[in-house]
C-alpha cells in the first residue's frame, strides 16, 4: 500500500506505492497506522498518492465518515499525472470531506498548506 511516518513537525506522511489499489479494507488500515505514528487528535495528513492506480468507492466513501472527520484536521494530497488529479477531482467532488482537503503538484507547497491550516489550532490552545 505504502509507507506512513510522522514528520519531526507533526504531519503525519502517507507515500502511496506505485500501482496501489485502495479499497475499503486497506483504507481502514491506512488510518490505523495513522494512528500507530501520531496517537490521538486531529492528524494534519499529507499523501503523496502519485503511484496510486486505482481507489474503489468504497474507499473514497469512508472519507466522509465521522470516522475520518474525527481523524483529520485536513488533508493535502500530491497528484502527479492527468489521472490521479482526475481521481481526486472526483472524490473531491463527489465524496465531500467535512475537513479541509486541497491537491498539489508539488510537496513545498501542501506542507505549507497544512501548517497554514493548523495556526488556527495553535491560536486557540494559547
Known amino acids: 500500500m505504502g509507507v506512513v511516518q510522522r514528520r519531526d513537525d507533526g504531519i503525519v506522511h502517507f507515500v502511496c506505492a506505485a500501482g496501489a489499489q485502495l479499497d475499503e479494507t486497506n483504507t481502514r488500515e491506512l488510518f490505523s497506522c495513522y494512528r500507530e505514528v501520531a496517537g490521538e487528535g486531529r492528524l494534519l495528513v499529507l499523501s503523496d498518492i502519485r503511484g496510486l492506480r ?7 466513501a469512508l ?6 472527520t474525527q481523524l483529520h484536521a485536513a488533508a493535502a494530497v500530491i497528484v502527479g499525472n492527468g489521472i490521479t488529479r482526475m481521481m481526486r477531482n472526483l472524490f473531491i467532488g463527489m465524496n465531500r470531506p467535512a475537513y479541509p482537503t486541497r491537491l498539489f503538484t508539488d510537496l513545498d507547497s501542501a506542507v505549507a498548506w497544512l501548517h497554514a491550516c493548523s495556526e488556527p489550532e495553535r491560536s486557540k490552545a494559547s
Do not use: H, K, L, M
Open 54 to 60: 486505482s481507489s474503489t468507492s468504497g474507499s473514497r
Open 63 to 68: 472519507a466522509t465518515t465521522p470516522e475520518a
